[in-house]
């Protein structure tokens, strides 16, 4: 029977991947965002009904009423929601819910997630076995709803809400200290992710990167458990690794057998350990390997990750959501294969996340070879007294030989212009809204070297 959903914060990319499923079961759908954007068009033309800003009459008569973490206890429609007594659903409690009458597989991690949940899928929807799918991430495939069996989730971790599922397998990528506002110290987050190594169905299969001691150790009770990663002591582990312009390939071993050399077209060696997650699920479920591995060379990359925008005169301009210390050095190494020089425009992503890894940011950004730095991203966080890029900059200057700079945002373009050259890598960096600037650079930068887009790798 048909429901209505309305959905606080609907433009997210979770949000709308949820709500896109719910219109393709058929239900009502409608919900507001601060702002218009691609996502928000998208479920208009799937028949959503769409309100921008938030505002007490935007919620009407809906059945459920569905937030984000994003949305806080005084936006307008959740006061409003509350006063005419509808149910209130976390999003991450909706997903779960849909997920009970199928098979679930869920991918949590620190980092990694949305691409290790776009290859998993990718697997499932090549071996015709025709999965729902659930993907905060824009791909072709982020929201689909399927005949099979099968429902593959990108979960949350970062307030906890991932407890709320019990799938059948379960991918875990890293723990990382991360979401710090929300967790305060490693010992919430291990505790938290211990839990949800337990909600894996007893029959159930955990699947860990067996390089992280800490997730060795968190699934050390756990009987059906698979670990993956470069360590030669793991289940499935990668071994001569040839990293390539914005490619790689290595050896695949599964329990000891050489299983053949898998391709990838998606650089640096944190995709190759999503992507030996992905062999170890196809392992389980007991694929066939030719098809996995041509699943795995037909991938391309999800919007925001390692994107390749555009290519003048061999000017290559990449954009990257990765906004955490581990995130940023493993784009940066990714890039910096290609033996090209990387100019980084990075901009911190909240107040807190700067605060707390502040030593690690100075540590990952001297990676760079020309860096620019912008001012922090709020996110709707207040100021923290001290914490700006303009610090950043200074303790990053005292070991870097290299050219760095802080700049205002309106003052980034004309210097990139300036600065470019062909051959470099030019890296937008961050999940807040630095990449908004690359498509006028793509513009300029075609201007000036008198050049249309070419080829994106030459």
């Known amino acids: 029977m048909s429901k209505h959903y309305h959905f606080i914060g609907i433009g997210g990319m979770g949000m709308g991947t949820l709500a896109s499923l719910m219109l393709h079961k058929g239900h009502i759908v409608s ?12 479920l208009k033309s799937e028949g959503a009904n769409i309100f921008i800003g938030h505002r007490a009459e935007n919620v009407e008569e809906p059945d459920y009423v569905v937030y984000s973490s994003a949305i806080k206890n005084d936006n307008p429609e959740m006061i409003a929601s509350r006063m005419k007594g509808i149910p209130i659903l976390k999003r991450a409690q909706l997903l779960a819910q849909l997920m009970e009458t199928q098979i679930g597989i869920t991918v949590a991690g620190a980092h990694g997630k949305t691409t290790t949940t776009s290859m998993v899928s990718n697997l499932l929807i090549k071996a015709g ?18 005949a099979g069996k099968y429902f593959i989730a990108e979960v949350d971790e970062s307030d906890g809400s991932f407890l709320y599922f ?24 291990l505790m938290t992710y211990q839990k949800f190594i337990r909600q894996t169905a007893k029959k159930g299969w955990v699947i860990i990167c067996g390089d992280d001691v800490r997730l060795r150790k968190l699934a050390s009770s756990r ?12 289940d499935v582990s990668a071994s001569n690794i040839a ?32 992507a030996l997650a992905c062999v170890s699920l196809s392992t389980i ?51 910096r294969l290609s033996n090209r020089r990387v100019v980084m425009v990075f901009q911190p ?6 605060k707390f890894l502040f030593d ?53 373009m004309e210097h990139v212009c300036k600065a470019a050259k062909p051959g470099d890598v030019i890296l937008f960096q961050g999940a807040g809204d630095v990449n908004q600037m690359i498509e006028p650079l793509l513009k300029r930068l075609q201007e000036i070297h008198k050049s249309s887009l070419q080829p994106t790798v030459s």
């Open 129 to 146: 076995m025709q999965p729902t799918t659930a993907i905060g991430g824009v791909i072709s495939y982020n929201a689909t709803l399927g």
């Open 243 to 274: 990293c390539h312009d914005f490619a790689s390939e290595f050896d695949c071993t599964v329990r000891g057998e050489l299983k053949g050399r898998l391709k990838l077209n998606v650089p640096g060696k944190h995709n190759i350990l999503n």
């Open 285 to 335: 479920l007991n694929l066939d390997f030719d098809l996995m591995a041509q699943s795995l060379n037909d991938y391309q990359s999800v919007q925001r990750r390692f994107q390749i925008k555009g290519n003048v005169n061999n000017i290559l301009v990449v954009d990257d959501y990765g906004h955490h210390p581990t995130e940023v050095e493993a784009t940066l190494e990714a890039a």
């Open 360 to 412: 690690e940011f100075v540590k990952c950004l001297r990676l760079s070879d020309y860096l620019i730095l912008t001012d922090i991203y709020a996110a709707s966080e207040p100021p923290i007294s001290g914490v700006t890029a303009e610090k950043l900059v200074e303790s990053i200057k005292k070991d870097f030989k290299k050219p760095i700079f802080y700049l205002k945002k309106n003052e980034i």
């Open 349 to 354: 992503h909240r107040y807190t996340r700067t």
């Open 166 to 189: 019990s799938p059948s397998y379960s991918i875990i990528t890293n723990v990382d200290f991360e979401h710090v506002d929300h967790y305060h110290n490693w010992n919430n987050i």
């Open 223 to 234: 009987k059906q458990v698979i670990r993956y990663g470069f360590g030669k002591d793991n």
């Open 31 to 42: 919900g507001s965002d601060i702002k218009d954007s691609r996502i928000l068009q998208d």
